[in-house]
Nanobody, 114 residues
């Protein structure tokens, strides 16, 4: 079992920046972020493997940067040029390499509004 704990959400103005962090209770191969806006399905934001391979969702590519610290079992998401449509609950995500088992954090709210 892996526990994922997010931090760093909040309210930011359009065009602003915000940084999310997630700490895992132990090492896990893939870590990343998904988000879910009201009335919409959960969508991929970005993931990164322990080897450093990254995947970004189309809606955030070029504006968000994901990074991880394998020694600390943490993953960060630097969000820039934020738009109102980025408003959502952001969930930390983890996935085992071989079993494919997935884990989710409780989520942190990000609101982009003036």
């Amino acid at each position: 079992q892996v526990q994922l704990v997010e931090s760093g959400g909040g309210l930011v103005q359009p065009g602003g920046s915000l940084r999310l962090s997630c700490a895992a209770s132990r090492s896990i191969y893939t870590m990343g972020w998904y988000r879910q806006a009201p009335g919409k399905e959960r969508e991929l934001v970005a993931t990164v493997t322990s080897a450093g391979s990254t995947v970004y969702g189309d809606s955030v590519n070029g504006r968000y940067t994901i990074s991880r610290d394998n020694a600390k079992n943490t993953v960060n998401l630097q969000m820039t040029s934020l738009k109102p449509e980025d408003t959502a609950v952001y969930f930390c995500y983890g996935r085992e390499q071989y079993s494919g088992r997935q884990y989710w954090g409780r989520g942190t709210q990000v609101t982009v509004s003036s």
